[in-house]
């Protein structure tokens, strides 16, 4: 499985930003699919996953903010994330589960900056 994370950026405090996950391969061994984050000087956290019955998880500090979702083919996950915040500023990384073992996947990352 290879994902590929779109979407990063600057933006203002209170503004949005979608971010988007392409997943390409054994697509249908996909479990789940989902965000991490790793802010400056800051170990990586879950931010949010969505699994293939479209159970979903946020984190606490994310909750009411963000949305995850997924197209219909399961190729491609959304982060849709509302009225950021300066400590939303991160490296996003998208990730998925796959396969009997539920191994990892990783995508590279992308660079959201929240300005006050």
């Known amino acids: 499985v290879q994902l590929q994370a779109f979407g990063g950026g600057l933006v203002q405090t209170g503004g949005s930003l979608r971010l988007s996950c392409a997943a390409s391969?054994?697509?249908?061994?996909?479990?789940?699919m989902g965000w991490y984050r790793q802010a400056p000087r800051k170990q990586r956290e879950l931010v949010t996953y969505i699994n293939n019955v479209n159970s979903t998880y946020y984190s606490d500090s994310v909750k009411g903010r963000f949305t995850i979702s997924r197209d219909g083919a399961a190729n491609t996950n959304y982060l849709q994330m509302n009225n950021l915040k300066a400590e939303d500023t991160a490296v996003y990384y998208c990730?998925?589960?796959?396969?009997?073992?539920?191994?990892?996947?990783w995508g590279q990352g992308t660079k959201v900056t929240v300005s006050s």
């Open positions: 990730a998925a589960r796959a396969g009997p073992r539920a191994s990892e996947y």
């Open positions: 391969g054994r697509i249908s061994s996909i479990n789940a």
